[in-house]
């Protein structure tokens, strides 16, 4: 069964139809990229599969359970954040949270859920301290042992992605995206980045990635999804659509990325 | 000189009693003025329209008229008009009276540097901590809300400082803070008529006190330099 199925998405602002009927869907353990110019509706796409924009219509389901269903009445606020954790996101502008150290910035959030835990009053110390555990294992992962007590601002932008995948990690989500994730970093630090991401390629973590790293993107995916003004123009395996571009669109798109 | 010198001691304790009085009225100013202006702050940005374009015209009203106008409105409206005094009489319904302005005009101050620093924060952060699962009550309170008093801290000195010397407005009514007690050496009190210094020298209570704040609020912004916002 397909982890991640969208059916036919229509959102618009306005009187501007950002996306004209999105239907893709990926199995658990692939790595999809979702590529194309300015403005062709992958960043909405992204947002309305995380909670960030609500889509008009069409379907949304994260193994089988729906994220966005256009037919029926919206998500409770409740049941929206226990999905939200299933789900993590990687933004272009990092959005750490400034006034936590390293180490709070990853473990806030999977502190905060643990209070929900019934044994949390009992457990509380044991709780936070293996959260603190698998948050130092994870930021070792990065190579960001030696930046624990650091605050953002102290780190460099690929330091500070590095943290924010690391955040988006704790809460163990079962698919992982990314928006532009090199997109605000200087061109020597993007290789630190695409590096993370390649190394939980290998690991198998399901990830959606939209990106502008054309040779990056061919290189990690299993799949390519192009998108062009609000449509999927071609989608297909990440060597076959490279190599051997069907449509007028995805060659004209290439050959200005190369 | 010689007579300032014999003078001194009384007008000292006159005026040390008289600040006692600045002291409450900025003190519980502060306490209500803070927490309300962040409720007036809520009702402004409000998606509620009708909601937040009252609280708007309210805090319009009270920004843009004097608050000595406020002062005498508040404490003369109810007796006068209405023929009952509900502030009662005496020093104790001034205090009162003049504490009830004080805060809905701070308040009203407060809450748009409130409102400022809160939309002053990049919506990623409220992003962030959404798709990190955290509620709306935790998104403030444990994401944007430090960020937010960080922004805060320089129009918020700025606007305290200028309460200490606001409180003197409540001479207005008479009520015994140090100004009024300076005052009264001019026509006549605990046998000293007809001086001038002490109203003079009470200016000295408004630099010291607002010269501890601002030693105060540099600390804190000092505390708060760990991290950009």
Redesign the interface.
């Known amino acids: 069964m397909a982890i991640l199925e969208v059916k036919d998405i229509h959102k618009s602002f306005g009187k501007t139809e950002v996306l004209k009927g999105i239907s893709f869907s990926m199995e658990e353990g692939q790595v999809l990229s979702i590529i194309g110019s300015s403005g062709s509706g992958k960043t909405t796409l992204l947002r309305c599969i995380c909670f960030l924009e609500s889509a008009d219509t069409g379907k949304i389901l994260l193994d089988g359970a729906p994220l966005f269903d256009g037919d029926a009445p919206p998500l409770k606020p409740a049941a929206q954040r226990h999905l939200q954790t299933k789900i993590g996101l990687v933004f272009q502008q990092f959005n750490l949270f400034p006034q936590y150290n390293v180490l709070d910035n990853v473990t806030l959030a999977v502190k905060l859920r643990a209070k929900e835990r019934p044994d949390f009053k009992k457990n509380r110390k044991q709780i936070y301290a293996e959260i603190e555990e698998k948050a130092k294992v994870l930021l070792a992962k990065m190579g960001l042992s030696d930046k624990l007590e650091n605050y953002p601002c102290e780190l460099s932008g690929g330091q500070q992605q590095r943290v924010s995948i690391a955040r988006a990690m704790a809460l163990e989500p079962k698919i992982l995206f990314f928006d532009e994730p090199t997109s605000a970093l200087d061109p020597e630090l993007t290789g630190e980045i695409l590096k993370v991401i390649r190394e939980l390629a290998a690991e198998h973590m399901t990830m959606v990635i939209v990106t502008h790293e054309m040779n990056f993107a061919k290189e990690v995916s299993d799949h390519i999804v192009f998108m062009d003004h609000g449509v999927i123009a071609e989608e297909g395996r990440a060597l076959d659509l490279f190599e051997n571009p069907q449509t007028d669109r995805l060659k004209a798109f290439l050959s200005s990325h190369n | 000189m010689e007579k300032i010198i014999e003078q001194f001691p009384i007008v000292f304790q006159a005026l040390n009693s008289g600040f006692l009085q600045t002291l409450k009225l900025f003190c519980t100013t502060l306490l209500g003025a803070l927490p309300l202006g962040l409720i007036i702050a809520f009702g402004s940005m409000s998606k509620f329209k009708p909601l937040s374009a009252v609280v708007r015209t309210f805090v319009w009203i009270i920004r843009g008229s004097p608050l000595m106008i406020q002062l005498l409105i508040i404490y003369y409206f109810p007796g006068l008009v209405w023929n009952n005094p509900i502030w009662g009489s005496g020093e104790n319904g001034r205090f009162l009276a003049a504490t009830v302005a004080f805060i809905i005009n701070y308040a009203c101050y407060f809450s748009e540097i409130y409102r400022g620093g809160i939309q002053s924060i990049?919506v990623?952060?409220h992003?962030?901590?959404?798709?990190?699962?955290?509620?709306k009550g935790?998104t403030f309170f444990?994401?944007i809300l430090?960020?937010v008093v960080?922004r805060i801290v320089p129009p918020m000195s700025n606007e305290i400082i200028t309460l200490v010397k606001d409180t003197s407005l409540a001479r207005i009514i008479a009520l015994h803070e140090v100004l009024f007690t300076g005052e009264n050496f001019l026509t006549g009190s605990r046998g000293i008529a007809g001086e001038v210094w002490p109203l003079f020298f009470t200016g000295v209570y408004y630099l010291i006190f607002s010269g501890l704040l601002t030693i105060l609020f540099n600390k804190i912004e000092k505390k708060l330099s760990?991290?950009?916002?």
């Open positions: 990049p990623g952060q992003e962030a901590a959404q798709v990190l699962g955290m509620s935790q444990r994401v430090l960020q960080k760990y991290f950009k916002v």
